[in-house]
């Protein structure tokens, strides 16, 4: 077995023995070893087994999810795995493997030799054969993503292709580049099969969720390029309900919408959405002289049947419009069969046409979304449409998101809360980080949390799976204030950091109940980042990047950070941070994003097993942000 494998397998181990206390904990498994903890994340080992405030783990607590008891998960339940619950590339050195799509098409997965260790051919994503040969030497993963994209961009969606590979996998820092190639060769604690399953048998026919089409590699979004603007219309008082066939509707943005579906898409939607549910048929000369295996009649636990297409949006009745961001129009509903109540984020059409049509921005949210499975990531339970080729993601729904929860507080948030938030962040981050998952857009308007105050990140409009070629933010569009420093300095090469920048500046908005940053412009942006965290030095490597001479500001480093958060106040003006806390919150806004704390590392963190503890029992008080009387037309 290739040391690669070794390394996964202790890793994929390490990881179940968390993730199995906190899953068990969310389910209300009613057993199990170890301290529960409410939304089943990694904590430092201390704070594991500490007592305190942290909510009842006992035995006998009933099992329950919603207020609902559950029998079925007062089983004993395999935790799931630290993977996504489908995969779009099939990484595998050691043994061949077979891809069923819904075509009953079997394609061999070819093991890479020694001769061709990068072989292209054991990488696929459904839908698409990969057909370039590769012969440049370059580390496995660039490779394989490299000739997957182009791949797909042979195909159906001409989307931008990567311009530079080779130069993107965690190699922010100028030098290292050959240093970072040689290790992701045998990248440690990286698998060769990150997201391939553990069995590395033939891949069920779910995987096809991950299409071409919808992959998250296959073009940049550039929200500045949209056209879409930023504003949020939030919980928006105008009411409409989803049009049923023959029946008229006046809600403002949905005629809109509609029009745009019919005139300006002419039906695109739906041919993109379905490609996230059936194979391409574009790539049907793979279907030629194919072997063919059974589909499994019964969807493996915990999938979404593919198969079954999209089901229709009128499943669900609309309660309210929630919110609404630069791709989506986000609305509370309930689905009419289970009562249960949801949110369904309607996709904008008219911000970026990626594939066919279809924004790229919701292909990859919606691939990335439905692919992923944390209880710290926001779930996307299935993809609706509308008779118009709407299209709309079901997501669970969540009461608050942490900006809005802050504005309507009138107090900060405690520390012990302020922790329990951090570590459900720092799990969902470190989570996408593990499967090589930029989040690039973390903000406290994209932090959502229930009632039971579980935190979850949503909105992956703009993430992206890293290796890929990533290019820095405009002002325009992208929310400024947690956009970390090489990028306003135009670095082109940034990695996980840019998050952990993010996750710094939510720590100090969590404290401060107030933005850190708030800049107007990327100049000022910049220009109240040095300010507050002084000049950066040299080896900050921020003075090499083209943006660094338009700033002049010469402060010594991390001063003023510290009286904006003393370790004490005898005023109770300013948010008390303790060394250890203060010392998190600088690693995380480290001006060198390879010095900058990785989401593994601040889990582990002193600050989490200081006094006080996190506060597991912590739910926001504040009324359902989201939610608004329903209608009396609209009731069921
Ligand atoms: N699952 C959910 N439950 C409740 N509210 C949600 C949910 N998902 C999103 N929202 C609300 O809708 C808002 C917009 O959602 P989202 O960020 O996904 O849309 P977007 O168009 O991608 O926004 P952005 O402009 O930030 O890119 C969120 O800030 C939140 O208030």
Redesign the pocket.
């Known amino acids: 077995m290739a040391t690669g494998r070794v390394d996964v397998l202790r890793r994929r181990d390490s990881y179940n023995y968390s993730k199995r206390e906190f899953e068990s904990y969310r389910n209300g498994v009613c057993r199990g070893d170890g301290v529960k903890h409410k939304n089943g994340f990694h904590l430092p080992s201390n704070v594991h087994n500490s007592g305190g405030s942290e909510r009842s783990s006992n035995s006998s607590e009933p099992c329950s999810r919603n207020g609902k008891t559950r029998k079925s998960e007062c089983l004993v339940q395999l935790p799931p795995e630290k993977k996504r619950k489908f995969s779009p590339i099939i990484w595998d050195r050691e043994e061949k493997q077979v891809r069923v799509s819904s075509k009953n098409r079997v394609v061999p997965v070819i093991p890479p030799s020694p001769a061709h260790p990068t072989s292209v051919q054991n990488v696929l994503f459904d839908g698409v054969v990969s057909k370039s040969p590769v012969t440049v030497v370059k580390s496995q993963e660039v490779e394989v993503f490299e000739s997957s994209v182009a791949d797909y961009l042979e195909g159906s969606c001409q989307s931008e292709a990567p311009a530079d590979l080779s130069t993107q996998l965690h190699s922010e820092q100028s030098g290292q580049d050959e240093q970072a190639k040689k290790n992701m060769v045998h990248p440690p604690n990286i698998s060769f099969s990150r997201w391939a399953s553990d069995s590395d048998s033939p891949r069920a026919p779910r995987d096809i969720a991950d299409d071409p089409c919808s992959s998250p590699e296959s073009g940049e979004i550039q929200?500045e390029g949209s056209g879409?603007s930023?504003t949020?219309v939030?919980s928006s008082d105008e009411e409409s309900s989803f049009e049923t066939p023959g029946e008229k509707y006046y809600g403002e943005d949905e005629l809109c919408d509609k029009n745009m579906n019919i005139d300006k898409h002419d039906g695109n939607a739906g041919v993109a959405i379905n490609q996230l549910y059936s194979d391409s048929e574009s790539d049907s000369e793979d279907d030629v002289d194919l072997p063919k295996i059974e589909e499994p009649a019964v969807p493996m636990q915990g999938s979404i049947n593919m198969l079954q297409g999209c089901r229709s949006v009128f499943e669900y009745e609309k309660l309210n419009k929630?919110?609404?961001?630069?791709?989506?129009?986000?609305y509370?509903a309930r689905d009419k069969k289970t009562g249960e109540i949801?949110?369904l984020?309607k996709v904008?059409m008219d911000?970026d046409k990626g594939c066919d049509g279809f924004p790229m921005?919701a292909l990859r949210?919606i691939n990335i979304l439905l692919s992923f499975n944390h209880p710290s990531v926001?779930?996307v339970k299935e993809v609706v449409m509308d008779d118009f080729d709407g299209v709309y993601m079901v997501?669970?729904?969540?009461?608050?998101?942490l900006?809005?929860l802050m504005e309507s507080m009138k107090q900060p948030f405690s520390i012990g809360e302020v922790k329990y938030l951090m570590l459900q962040l720092l799990n969902g981050v470190e989570y996408l980080h593990d499967n090589w998952v930029l989040h690039r857009?973390l903000?406290s308007?994209?932090l959502?949390v229930?009632k039971e105050g579980e935190l979850?990140i949503?909105?992956?409009?703009?993430s992206r799976q890293y290796g890929s070629p990533l290019k820095p933010y405009t002002p325009l569009?992208?929310?400024l204030w947690y956009r970390a420093p090489e990028i306003l300095l135009g670095t082109k090469q940034y990695s996980t950091a840019i998050d952990m920048w993010s996750v710094g500046c939510i720590m100090a908005e969590l404290l401060a109940k107030d933005a850190l940053f708030k800049g107007k412009t990327e100049v000022d942006q910049i220009d109240k980042i040095f300010r507050m965290l002084g000049t950066p030095d040299e080896k900050s490597g921020l003075s090499k990047l083209p943006g660094f001479k338009v700033n002049s500001v010469k402060q010594p480093c991390y001063n003023h950070l510290r009286k904006k958060f003393p370790a004490a106040s005898f005023t109770g003006s300013s948010p008390v941070l303790s060394e250890s806390g203060f010392d998190l919150l600088k690693r995380l806004l480290s001006y060198n994003p390879a010095e900058r704390i990785t989401a593994k590392d601040a889990l582990n963190h002193n600050w989490f097993r200081e006094s006080p503890e996190p506060r597991y029992d912590f739910k926001p008080i504040t009324p359902d942000?989201?939610s608004r009387p329903v209608p009396k037309q609209q009731a069921v």
């Open positions: 929200r879409g930023r949020r939030s929630i919110n609404e961001g630069t791709y989506g129009v986000v509370r949801v949110a984020k904008k911000v921005s949210e926001v779930g997501m669970e729904y969540m009461e608050y998101d900006k809005g857009d903000k308007s994209n959502l229930n979850k949503c909105d992956l409009g703009l569009v992208v929310t942000q989201h």
